[in-house]
């Protein structure tokens, strides 16, 4: 069943451009150009009950905005969207009550008091029973490693601290669609881990919905079985993460030892060098000639070891933001 349903949706915004200068600045005061900014152009698209679907897209793609007007902080332009059956800007009660939303830039903590008291705080606007809360609570705080700290003030935490705060107290209420909009940005390695492990672990205990913005790469990678790559506003793939390679018909890498010290000009004539340190290099070759050019280098030299490897992901998803 389809949680999530976008048709047609857009969303602009007007501003204006000034130039430096008191000369400027009192001609704006009388005349100003309007410019108009498409920030998210005509895009559609469906998500299942229990996905988990990533938002790819470079700064400035749309990706925020769109998730702005899934939760219902934005009114779009035009086009249409359903959220658990609701219209997300109409901010239904009801709505509110059944889905999250995690900015990792925007905290929902209060600064200075312990975090068991925001969360606390939440568990009041949400009508959670008392119970509930507490067995809620009691889980999430094991499972995240922040029991030790509940009665510490946030501004006493470490950042991965308040971020998985911000993750428990979105999760009090039990909501059934949440939006993460860069949830582990600024996390050290060991912190964005585990908190990759914790969603997937609760989208199977679950099944609830996520959709995940993020421009770390491990995060889509590890979390997500469909990505949605956005750029300019419009959606440029739906899919497989891990077939974007295939779908911009990407090169191959022959990765190959040599057991003498190789000419580089020689290997030049095999495809174009990626690496060369004599024993160690790396070539980027078309994808149809990958075997007869290794099968030549196989013959012509003295090779230890060789392998095809593909482009990295990161070069795919890179030539995909170029030629939309």
């Known amino acids: 069943m389809a949680l999530i349903e976008v048709a047609n949706l857009s969303k602009s915004f007007t501003y204006h451009e000034k130039e430096l200068g008191l000369k400027s600045s009192i001609k704006n005061l009388f005349k100003r150009e309007k410019l108009t900014k498409e920030a998210v152009s005509d895009i559609s698209f469906t998500i299942e009950e229990g996905e988990i679907v990533g938002f790819l897209g470079p700064n400035g793609a749309g990706k925020t905005t769109t998730l702005k007007m899934l939760s219902g902080i934005l009114h779009p332009t ?119 492990e914790f969603f997937k672990y609760y989208n199977e205990k679950t099944k609830t919905t996520i959709v995940l913005t993020s421009h770390y790469i491990n995060d889509i990678e590890n979390m997500c079985n469909r990505t949605i790559v956005i750029n300019n506003g419009k959606i440029i793939y739906d899919g497989n993460l891990n077939k974007i390679n295939k779908v911009m018909d990407q090169k191959k890498i022959l990765k190959i030892r ?67």
């Open 78 to 196: 035009s086009g249409s969207a359903k959220v658990l059956g609701f219209t997300p800007w109409e901010r239904k009660k009801n709505f509110k009550m059944q889905f999250a939303i995690v900015m990792g830039q925007k905290s929902q903590l209060w600064w200075d008091l312990p975090a068991n008291e925001s969360l606390y705080l939440n568990k009041c606007i949400y009508e959670v029973p008392d119970l509930e809360y507490q067995r809620i609570v009691d889980e999430l705080s094991d499972l995240l490693d922040v029991r030790k700290v509940m009665k510490v003030p946030v501004r006493r935490l470490s950042l991965g601290e308040r971020m998985k705060f911000e993750l428990i107290a979105s999760l009090i209420h039990r909501p059934k669609v949440i939006f993460l909009d860069e949830p582990t940005i600024g996390l050290d390695i060991v912190s964005q881990r585990k908190i990759r």
């Open 258 to 324: 040599f057991s003498d010290i190789a000419d580089r000009e020689v290997i030049s004539k095999y495809g174009i060098i990626r690496q060369f340190n004599g024993l160690d290099v790396k070539i980027e070759v078309d994808k149809d000639q990958v075997k007869l050019i290794a099968k030549t280098v196989l013959e012509d030299t003295s090779v230890v070891d060789i392998n095809i490897e593909d482009v990295p992901l990161e070069e795919g998803i890179t030539l995909l933001y170029e030629v939309s």
